[in-house]
């Protein structure tokens, strides 16, 4: 079983800057993918970025270059660095473990998060 609460989110201006932050606990946890998913309302969870437990990091292609994802196994802690926000990334977003192969696909993930809002104004 694994845990994941995730914090950080608020209301930022566009251009502005947030870093997520995601505490996970459970004895499997560095055995999993450690991603970041957002979603507004009325559409799936979009792929935003993945860490893999061997360290490679994939991002979905509208955040690339802009946010950034690290791990720290010691303390079982993911973290999702946003710079350059804009209004169309704001969203709820979902700290999730699993994703095997299919990182990129949200039901391929079998822990979740309940998620923190983040809200960019323009």
């Known amino acids: 079983q694994v845990q994941l609460v995730e914090s950080g989110g608020g209301l930022v201006l566009a251009g502005g800057s947030l870093t997520l932050t995601c505490a996970a606990s459970g004895r499997t946890v560095s055995r999993h993918n450690l991603s970041w998913f957002r979603q507004v309302p009325g559409k799936s969870r979009e792929f935003v970025a993945a860490i893999r437990p061997g360290g490679n990091i994939g991002y979905g292609d509208s955040v690339r270059g802009r946010f950034t994802i690290s791990r720290i196994n010691a303390n079982s802690t993911l973290y999702l660095q946003m710079n350059n926000l804009k209004p169309e990334d704001s969203g709820v977003y979902y700290c999730?473990?699993?994703?095997?192969?299919?990182?990129?696909?949200?039901?391929?993930?079998?822990?979740w998060g309940r998620g923190t809002q983040v809200t960019v104004s323009s």
């Open positions: 999730a473990a699993g994703g095997g192969i299919q990182a990129v696909v949200a039901r391929t993930y079998t822990y």
